[in-house]
C-alpha cells in the first residue's frame, strides 16, 4: 500500500544549514521537467471563475498568503522574472492568471496564479468575494488537477492555511486532485529550524492521507534555488502522458 503521506524532499540532516548549502545539479529528469516550465506563457486573466476557458487541460494551481512569495516560486520555477505580477501593495491582485505549459500547438497543462490571502489592509468585501471565488475554484474546477500551497516556512501552516485546504481535502482524499506543500524562504532558517518546519507541516498534512491521496511537503527558497528542481520534476510527473527522458 502506498503510505498516505510522503515528502518528496526533506531538508538534509547533516552538513550546512539550508541558507549555506549549494544547489545539487540537476539530473536529466529534473532538467527536462525545468525546460518544460521555462516555457510557460501567458494566456489569460479572470475575476470570476465563468471567465476562465472551459477545458480539460491539466491545471496546476498556485496558492498561499500574501507574501508567502507565490509570485517569486513560480518566476524562479520557471525561469522567467516577471510571468507571475507581484503587486507593490500585498493583497491587491485580485484575479485568477492561466499560464499555457508545452508547445504553443500542443498545450499540455497550465498553471493557474490565484490570488493571495490573508492581507490585513484588503477592505473586507475584497476578501469575502475572492474566498468565494477560490472557494470554488478549488471546490469545483473540472480541470484542477494539482494544488501547491506555497507557505512562509517560518510561520508554518497559519489557520488561513489549513481552512484553504478543508475546501480542496475532498478532492485530494480521493485522489483528483494532487497537494504538493512548498515551506518558502527556507535560506532565512537554519538546518534545525527548517527541520522542525518540515516535520510539523507534515504531521498536519498527514490528517489529510488517504490510501488514494498524493501529499508532499517540501523546503523551497526562490532565492538560493533549494528544492526548485525536486519541484519541477514533481510537477511534470502531475501532468499524464509526461514523455519519458532517456537517461
Known amino acids: 500500500m502506498t503510505p498516505p ?24 529528469e529534473a532538467r527536462a521537467a525545468l525546460a518544460w516550465l521555462h ?13 476562465l476557458p472551459v477545458s480539460e487541460l491539466p491545471e496546476i494551481a498556485f496558492v498561499g498568503r500574501s507574501n508567502a512569495g507565490k509570485s517569486s516560486a513560480i518566476n524562479r520555477l520557471t525561469q522567467q522574472k516577471r510571468l507571475a505580477f507581484a503587486s507593490r501593495t500585498p493583497g ?10 508545452g508547445p504553443r500547438d500542443a498545450v499540455e497543462a497550465r498553471l493557474a496564479d490565484l490570488p493571495g490571502y490573508g492581507y490585513a489592509a484588503v477592505e473586507r468585501a475584497a476578501k469575502l468575494r475572492w474566498q468565494e471565488v477560490m472557494a470554488q475554484y478549488l471546490e469545483l474546477r473540472r480541470a484542477l ?38 515551506l518558502t524562504k527556507v ?17 498536519a498534512l498527514a490528517a489529510l492521507g488517504t490510501e488514494s491521496a498524493d501529499i508532499g511537503v517540501t523546503t523551497f527558497s526562490a532565492l ?24
Open 187 to 203: 535560506d532565512k532558517l537554519n538546518r534545525s529550524e527548517a527541520q522542525k518546519a518540515l516535520r510539523e507541516a507534515g504531521d
Open 145 to 182: 488537477h494539482g494544488v501547491v500551497l506555497l507557505a512562509d516556512a517560518r510561520l508554518g501552516l497559519t489557520d488561513l492555511d489549513q481552512r484553504l485546504l478543508a475546501l480542496v481535502a475532498p478532492r485530494v482524499a480521493n485522489g483528483e486532485v494532487r497537494l504538493l506543500v512548498l
Open 39 to 51: 516555457g510557460a506563457r501567458f494566456l489569460t486573466t479572470a475575476s470570476r471563475l465563468d471567465q
Open 224 to 247: 538560493s534555488g533549494q528544492g526548485v528542481p525536486d519541484v519541477a520534476e514533481a510537477l511534470r510527473s502531475w501532468v499524464p502522458a509526461a514523455p519519458a527522458v532517456d537517461p
Open 5 to 28: 503521506f510522503r515528502a518528496p524532499a526533506t531538508a538534509p540532516a547533516s552538513g550546512p544549514s539550508p541558507r549555506q548549502s549549494k544547489v545539487a545539479t540537476p539530473g536529466p
Open 92 to 101: 491587491r491582485t485580485q484575479h485568477i492568471n492561466l499560464f499555457d505549459l
